[in-house]
């Protein structure tokens, strides 16, 4: 193999292991956050923390488009017609992780003034 074509070879390897580190990355941040969603959605409930207008919004959207009959791709067509209600469902989730930082941040207030 010739010296030009390895580095290219390594280059490349190393751009796919950035972007595999960077979507593993949000991957780990979504789960990493599902810890904090349920008590996010207990405290909701309970009036104590206000969820943003545009996370409302995302939810509500997103299940009204889920479970709606009308799709910009018909879900009759396997694998196809699931790519839009995923996209939306993916939305939603980054959405949330934003929601829940938003939340870990409210409990370390709220908990340092309990103190």
Known sequence: ???????????????QWNKYRRHAGNAYQVYRSRKLLLPMLRDVFKGRYRLSFLTMLAALL?????????????????FIGWIDDGACFWLLLQQLKKETARYYLYREASATVQQ
Do not use: E, H
Request: aromatic share 12%; net charge negative; with cysteine.
């Open 1 to 15: 193999m010739q010296q030009g074509s390895q580095n290219s070879l390594t280059s490349s390897m190393v751009r």
């Open 62 to 78: 997103c299940i009204a488009y889920i479970f709606s009959p009308f799709d910009l791709l018909p879900d009759f067509i396997p």
